[in-house]
């Protein structure tokens, strides 16, 4: 595993000294996570924009110590470490080479910090990998190798739901929130292709391996901010502020059961438009 980075190294240049955003400490910021709702011994995932939240001495790694910190010894953090930006289906069709122990994660300063994190373990799967730290884990990660989808039951987004776990959206709404993909996966939407497969190559400490998945990409542009009003109207949302950064928190089952339950109803409840002729 790469050594942890500290100070500028891990920082969004956005937090430096300097950049006019108003300071906020480690301890601050624990203790905004547990207003939040957030407890020692919590499971959660976090999706993140660092240069929401203000400036933080030490940058994206005081950050994650922060919510460490507010995790406890016996809690656990995990992160997105995916290695793109854009479609999936771009990434997956050149043929990437994706390397568990040092291909960078592209999801932001904090979610860098987080797999470069001395105690981190990282999933296998190339494309949507997520890293933890904390007593969960390794069973968080340890089944993405398994996976036909990136997001499918094996994936750590799943498995977060089996622990009682919680996503956090820090400084970014549901438009982030990669749990909606699992859902469309889980309940086998009509505008995903389940039966074309890639094959991805990646290395890991233990040698190389391979995975064939199928593609969650559809050009029928996204509405995850959907679920929202729906979680709010049940209770099932939280928000706040941690630092200066709108942040919401929901547990990660409750948002699982409502987009399955809508996308039972409606196949189309999470994107903005249907097609215009009938997928096959």
Same mark, same amino acid.
């Given at each position: 595993? +790469?050594?942890?980075?500290?100070?500028? $190294?891990?920082?969004?240049?956005?937090?430096?000294?300097?950049?006019?955003?108003?300071?906020?400490?480690?301890?601050?910021? #624990?203790?905004?996570?547990?207003?939040?709702?957030?407890?020692?011994?919590?499971?959660?995932?976090?999706?993140?924009? @660092?240069?929401?939240?203000?400036? =933080?001495?030490?940058?994206?790694?005081? &950050? &994650?110590?922060? @919510?460490?910190?507010?995790?406890?010894?016996?809690?656990?953090? +995990?992160?997105?470490?995916? *290695?793109?930006?854009?479609?999936?289906?771009?990434?997956?069709?050149?043929?990437?080479?994706?390397? =568990?122990?040092?291909?960078?994660?592209? @999801?932001? +300063?904090?979610?860098?910090?987080?797999?470069?994190?001395?105690?981190?373990?990282?999933?296998?799967? *190339?494309?949507?990998?997520?890293?933890?730290?904390?007593?969960?884990?390794?069973?968080?990660? $340890?089944?993405?190798?398994?996976? $036909?989808?990136?997001?499918?039951?094996?994936?750590?987004?799943?498995?977060?739901?089996? &622990?009682?776990?919680?996503?956090?959206?820090?400084?970014?709404?549901?438009?982030?929130?990669?749990?909606?993909?699992?859902?469309?996966?889980? !309940?086998? &939407?009509?505008?995903?292709?389940?039966?074309?497969?890639?094959?991805?190559?990646?290395?890991? *400490?233990?040698?190389?391996?391979?995975?064939?998945?199928?593609?969650?990409?559809?050009?029928?542009? +996204?509405?995850?901010?959907?679920?929202?009003?729906?979680? %709010?109207?049940?209770? %099932?949302?939280?928000?706040? #502020?941690?630092?200066?950064?709108?942040?919401?928190?929901?547990?990660?089952?409750?948002? /699982?059961?409502?987009?399955?339950?809508? /996308?039972?109803? !409606?196949?189309?409840?999470?994107?903005?438009?249907?097609?215009?002729?009938?997928?096959?």
């Amino acid at each position: 595993m +790469a050594r942890w980075a500290t100070g500028r $190294e891990g920082a969004d240049p956005v937090t430096l000294r300097g950049s006019g955003l108003p300071p906020v400490t480690r301890e601050e910021l #624990t203790r905004d996570l547990r207003a939040l709702g957030l407890r020692p011994g919590d499971t959660v995932l976090v999706h993140s924009a @660092m240069s929401r939240i203000g400036y =933080v001495e030490g940058g994206a790694p005081a &950050v &994650v110590e922060a @919510m460490l910190d507010g995790l406890g010894p016996g809690g656990t953090l +995990a992160v997105p470490t995916f *290695p793109f930006r854009g479609g999936m289906l771009a990434f997956v069709r050149s043929d990437p080479r994706f390397d =568990v122990a040092t291909t960078p994660s592209l @999801m932001g +300063a904090i979610s860098e910090a987080a797999r470069r994190h001395p105690a981190a373990i990282r999933s296998w799967e *190339p494309t949507h990998p997520v890293a933890a730290i904390g007593h969960q884990a390794r069973f968080l990660t $340890e089944d993405h190798i398994h996976g $036909e989808g990136a997001c499918d039951e094996h994936s750590p987004l799943y498995r977060l739901t089996l &622990v009682g776990g919680y996503v956090l959206l820090l400084g970014v709404d549901f438009r982030n929130c990669t749990l909606l993909h699992a859902a469309e996966e889980l !309940a086998r &939407v009509p505008y995903i292709d389940f039966t074309t497969r890639y094959q991805l190559h990646g290395h890991a *400490p233990e040698g190389n391996y391979t995975m064939r998945i199928y593609c969650h990409s559809t050009p029928l542009p +996204a509405n995850f901010p959907a679920i929202e009003p729906v979680l %709010l109207e049940r209770g %099932l949302l939280r928000t706040g #502020t941690v630092g200066v950064a709108t942040a919401r928190l929901a547990r990660a089952d409750d948002v /699982l059961r409502t987009a399955l339950e809508r /996308l039972a109803a !409606a196949p189309f409840f999470l994107r903005r438009q249907q097609p215009k002729t009938p997928v096959e």
